[in-house]
């Protein structure tokens, strides 16, 4: 009789982090540890309290200032920015869609015009305050790639918090971010379940950002927005942007620290997203059937079979369908014993 068997095997993870930016402030990053382009007046660094002061004057061109990573982030890894910043003044018409704006972006593909169709910032990650817009707005933002369609602001590019996940309003939350107010904030993706997790905080704690508890998590303190594709992406840098909106507004913001940090992914739930499988019998065949992630080719899924549970075999797989990043397969083997093997480096 045959035995339906599945056995993992995969390297231990360790979930060390690896930090890819430190920025304290304690001398004018723009010397020796960022790059600016635009108009470089608009980024003042204030030695007596350790900061860096950010212009935003939505009439003026586009600037941003932006600190290489010490490597990469791709669709594959886990990684985290925490910044801290405090708002000086704000002076936003309550009718404009303009934003405070920092995070992620490609130093080649990121471009300036964020606002304005046809939009070509492609490939960034940023956290986005809406003061105005009728009512405030704290949310995450992804835009994929150059997809073809040259405008990097239509539905197919650029990537929101549906509903009323990304609200920050009078509706029993905490209003208008308060000025002179230290504040920090952590933006985090997973790899695995492709989401991102936006998190604000004062000296007290976490900030209701979301009390209608639209998550995944149904936490108030965070907004999530989960990518329905595995978009390749690759963000090599992080960035103070000062986006044109050719409205009138000002603001200005203070910087005092940024950490980047990214994490070792999880193997098992990198390339079994839907969990392990169990073998079942079909047809007079031990089969199995599941969902690999063809994303990170670093780790490799596959079956094997065996007959006496000592000597072990790869056996071939067939693809029952399709997805972009994923593919379910399905393995068959007439030995008594089949398993699932996770290899990771």
């Known amino acids: 009789m045959k035995l339906p068997l599945t056995l993992l095997l995969t390297f231990n993870v360790s979930g060390w982090a690896d930090t890819l930016l430190v920025e304290n402030f304690e001398s004018d990053p723009s010397i020796s540890r960022a790059l600016t382009t635009g108009d470089q007046s608009r980024f003042f660094y204030n ?192 960035a103070l942007l000062a986006w044109e909106h050719n409205q009138p507004g000002n603001a200005l913001l203070n910087i005092h620290s940024i950490i980047v940090q990214s994490q070792e992914t999880d193997p098992i739930k990198m390339a079994l997203p839907n969990g392990v499988p169990s073998p079942v019998f079909e047809d007079g065949l031990l089969s199995m059937t599941y969902l690999s992630n063809i994303t990170n080719t670093e780790i490799q899924t596959f079956a094997e079979s065996s007959q006496d549970l000592k000597t072990w075999k790869k056996i071939p797989h067939s693809v029952i369908s399709s997805a972009p990043g994923h593919e379910v397969r399905k393995a068959q083997t007439d030995a008594p014993f089949l398993r699932l093997k996770v290899n990771h480096p």
């Not at 918090?161 to 609200?167: I, Q, R």
């Not at 009390?211 to 965070?222: L, Q, Y």
């Open 47 to 238: 030695a007596s309290k350790q900061s860096l002061q950010a212009e935003y004057d939505l009439l003026k061109p586009h600037a941003r200032m932006y600190w290489p990573l010490k490597k990469p982030l791709r669709e594959t890894s886990n990684f985290t920015a925490t910044v801290e910043f405090s708002i000086d003044s704000i002076h936003f018409d309550d009718f404009n869609f303009c934003q405070i704006s920092f995070g992620f972006i490609n130093m080649a593909n990121t471009g300036n015009r964020r606002t304005q169709a046809p939009g070509n910032s492609w490939e960034c990650l940023t956290v986005d305050y809406f003061p105005g817009a009728s009512y405030p707005t704290y949310t995450p933002t992804f835009i994929t790639r150059d997809n073809g369609s040259g405008n990097a602001l239509t539905s197919g590019s650029l990537k929101f918090p549906s509903g009323n996940a990304s609200l920050i309003n009078d509706f029993g939350e905490i209003g208008t971010l308060p000025v002179n107010t230290q504040l920090t904030t952590s933006i985090s993706y997973d790899a695995a379940s492709r989401t991102i997790t936006l998190r604000l905080a004062d000296e007290n704690g976490d900030l209701p950002i979301n009390v209608f508890g639209a998550n995944m998590d149904r936490d108030p303190g965070t907004i999530q927005l989960t990518l329905e594709e595995s978009y390749p992406f690759s963000l090599d840098a992080f």
